[in-house]
């Protein structure tokens, strides 16, 4: 029987899975556009492990982790 936390769960894996393909199609996308890939921004939440890039949110999109907390990848 799947509990409320599984269908959390799951919800946030759907999300993060969300941004890495986002993040996998920059990356493929980078160097035909004459650019590296080394040249994005990345970071990381250090509770949940969710990435964004450019820049982190103000709170974390999947555990409400503050900005500043983020580390830069």
Request: aromatic content about 2%; some cysteine.
């Amino acid at each position: 029987m799947e509990s409320q936390t599984d269908r959390k769960s799951l919800s946030h894996l759907m999300k993060d899975e969300a941004v890495h393909a986002k993040l996998c199609a920059v990356a493929l996308a980078t160097p035909t556009q004459g650019h590296d890939v080394i040249d994005i921004r990345l970071f990381l939440c250090p509770e949940c492990a969710h990435i964004e890039s450019d820049r982190p949110p103000a709170l974390c999109p999947m555990c409400g982790t503050q900005a500043e907390e983020f580390i830069p990848a």
